[in-house]
């Protein structure tokens, strides 16, 4: 998940197993986990590839923009779900508090070998600049903060938001944040998020998306999804 916040402070996480039995992290000094307790795999697939992904596998190739890439979960679960589906896959993800090493290396999602090898891969791309992990799927990594990162308007199809909640970093959901990505996103995307507070919907709509309520992950009742006007 994205890590701005207004007072930048060393990183600490706890690896911590979620109710599916994948592993997650937890932000002591905010009190928040990258994903949900109920399970980290299945929120992602939930949120971001079923709901999100799954809507444009139709296409030749889609521009994916995350904020922000945290564990790399979605970014490696996009990767899988380009190489089963054909579709080439360009991700751009946004985060300002890259893991270490020692960090992510305890986090592990993948069930064989080359799986594994993507995974380290997505990690150990370089920081700013295009790599190809695949054939079908190219990742940009940006350590920039979603207020200040400069990048082409009406270039994506596809938003990932997955900043932590409104509650521990409420400036990550705010009008004027999403009326600044809303410009880099194509007519007729789709922005998907685990969030489903009134605020957050009638901001978004204000910003010019057609948004709804669906059913959320595995101990979350709702979720919202938005197509751009």
């Not at 307790?37 to 590839?49: K, N, T």
């Amino acid at each position: 998940m994205n890590k701005d916040t207004n007072n930048k402070s060393p990183l600490i996480t706890e690896v911590i197993t979620t109710g599916d039995g994948t592993v997650s992290l937890y932000r002591p000094d905010i009190d928040e986990t990258y994903h949900s307790r109920h399970g980290a795999v299945q929120e992602s697939l939930h949120v971001f590839i079923r709901s999100g992904l799954e809507l444009l596998v139709e296409k030749k190739e889609v521009h994916v923009l995350e904020v922000g890439l945290g564990t790399a979960l979605n970014a490696f679960l996009t990767l899988l779900k380009a190489e089963e589906s054909g579709v080439k896959i360009f991700y751009t993800s946004l985060e300002t508090y890259p893991l270490p090493y020692e960090v992510w290396s305890q986090v592990t999602y993948p069930s064989n070998e080359r799986e594994q090898e993507s995974f380290n891969a997505i990690h150990e791309a370089k920081w700013n600049e295009w790599e190809e992990i695949t054939p079908f799927f190219s990742i940009r990594k940006l350590e920039a903060s979603a207020f200040t990162v400069e990048l082409e308007a009406e270039s994506f199809d596809l938003m990932y938001y997955d900043a932590f909640g409104p509650r521990a970093q409420s400036e990550m959901w705010s009008v004027d944040l999403f009326a600044r990505l809303t410009r880099l996103m194509k007519p007729q995307s789709t922005w998907v998020t685990y969030c489903a507070k009134g605020q957050v919907r009638r901001d978004l709509e204000s910003c010019g998306w057609v948004m709804e309520r669906i059913p959320g992950p595995p101990g979350k009742r709702e979720m919202l999804r938005g197509t751009k006007k």
